[in-house]
């Protein structure tokens, strides 16, 4: 469930007043204010985040060949060893 905007800028205003009329606890105040603040950044963050269309995704990564790659083993042949036991050096 999404909070809005409005009722962020709502709460950080009262934080505010709040602030002004009680200046003793001033910092738990703007504590509370840059926790709100903070919310509504990470909101445009996230939102910005997830509008990758499939043509940029595919750019940036690339295309799926789905060939997978096989690595080819070439093994040594030497008369006096390296052979298939794991013995032979």
Known sequence: MAI?????????QKECER???N????REHARAIQAL??????????SNETNISPK???S???TNTNSPSQLIEKR???KDGNGDDIFDF
């Open 37 to 46: 603040t903070n919310l509504l950044l990470e909101e445009n963050v996230e």
């Open 4 to 12: 809005s905007n409005e009722k962020i800028f709502q709460q950080i």
């Open 56 to 58: 940029e995704w595919e």
């Open 19 to 21: 602030a002004l009329l």
């Open 60 to 62: 940036m990564v690339g």
């Open 23 to 26: 200046e003793g606890n001033a």
């Open 76 to 78: 040594l042949k030497e």
